[in-house]
């Protein structure tokens, strides 16, 4: 498995393909579901951890526990290798991603292109996000993160009302306890084949 995963930086002058639709994800409270203490001391060590989960070293050497559901990455996978998906990351550690994807993910959602913002600035993830869906052509998107949707509408007035961005686009703010369900990779895979045009 590939140990690096391009920034758009280094994708600007590849052939990308035509862009139809882009599916931006996190990991924190999205793929990986954030445990209270209560549950965190019942974790088991690295040898009997169930699959889907993986204690991962992030870009300071601290070990983080990636507790993922893996019928939601499989279908995830499913989505983003149909023609003109573009899966985007947006993450604050690209260092930590490849090896969550090779851990905790079983090897899936490979194919994607980071976002990052090492400086974490106020609501770099909404600007990131859309200056990138403006970059290739403003196609419909889905977004899904625990906090930092919630973040924009507060500040962002115009993001809040629509006002930037294409018209089509969706928001899944999941509950970071819980992670994304299977009816929330159902909804985006019905919102993706409405724009793929592949609903009947």
């Known amino acids: 498995m590939a140990s690096h995963l391009p920034t758009e930086s280094e994708m600007q002058n590849g052939d990308v393909g035509a862009v139809r639709l882009i599916i931006a994800l996190d ?26 989960s993986a204690w991962v070293e992030d870009h300071r050497g601290v070990t983080r526990l990636v507790h993922t559901a893996p019928a939601v990455i499989a279908e995830l996978d499913d989505i983003v290798q149909l023609p003109g998906v573009q899966l985007v990351w947006l ?67 115009a993001f809040r009302n629509d006002d930037i961005g294409p018209r089509q686009r969706l928001l899944i703010c999941p509950d970071p306890s819980i992670g994304l369900t299977l009816d929330d990779v159902e909804a985006i895979r019905d919102f993706g084949l409405d724009v793929l045009g592949e609903n009947e």
């Not at 974490?120 to 196609?139: A, E, F």
């Open 27 to 52: 990991i924190d409270g999205v793929l990986s579901r954030q445990l209270d203490e209560v549950e965190l001391r019942q974790i088991p060590d690295s040898s009997e951890l169930p699959f889907g």
């Open 91 to 157: 993450t604050s550690a690209p260092t930590f991603l490849p090896r969550a994807i090779e851990l905790a993910f079983g090897g899936r959602l490979t194919d994607g292109i980071v976002l990052a913002d090492h400086r974490k600035q106020s609501n770099w993830k909404m600007t990131k996000l859309v200056g990138h869906v403006r970059s290739v052509g403003n196609p419909p998107y889905v977004w899904a993160d625990a906090t930092a949707i919630e973040f924009a509408f507060r500040v962002s007035p």
